[in-house]
Nanobody, 127 residues
Framework: VQLVESGGGLVQPGGSLRLSCTIS??????????LSWVRQAPGKELEWVAG????????YYADSAKGRFVISRDLAKNMLYLQMTSLKPEDTAMYYC???????????????????WGQGTQVTVSS
């Protein structure tokens, strides 16, 4: 299983970014896999952002992401996405895609909560 994020960068407050996660080692169409985006700001703990089930497409969001972020997947391409709009400086973090859970009640998660992680892509929101 391999997860590779891309699409991060520097963006001004109020701007948008779309993160992508290229997935190999398992196929969306052959199973209903739990996938999430998780972020970690400097000096802070891992924070769950959004999750989705690969086949059903059921989506879940942290309060901080509701109304601004949209998680999606492409079954044919085996890709996971996070469209982020109205970005704020507090969204600055390393963003990871992870497999293992789609709906998370707690705000803070641990590395062990997800068996598989990507290497992360940095998002910096600053003027």
């Amino acid at each position: 299983v391999q997860l590779v994020e891309s699409g991060g960068g520097l963006v001004q407050p109020g701007g948008s970014l779309r993160l992508s996660c290229t997935i190999s080692g398992f196929t969306f169409e052959r199973g209903n896999w739990a996938l999430s985006w998780v972020r970690q700001a400097p000096g802070k703990e891992l924070e769950w952002v959004a999750g989705i089930w690969s086949r059903s497409g059921d989506k879940y969001y942290a309060d901080s992401a509701k109304g601004r972020f949209v998680i999606s997947r492409d079954l044919a391409k085996n890709m996971l996405y996070l469209q982020m709009t109205s970005l704020k400086p507090e969204d600055t973090a390393m963003y990871y895609c992870a497999r293992g859970r789609a709906q998370v009640q707690e705000k803070v998660v641990k590395k062990d909560d997800f068996p598989y992680w990507g290497q992360g892509t940095q998002v910096t929101v600053s003027s």
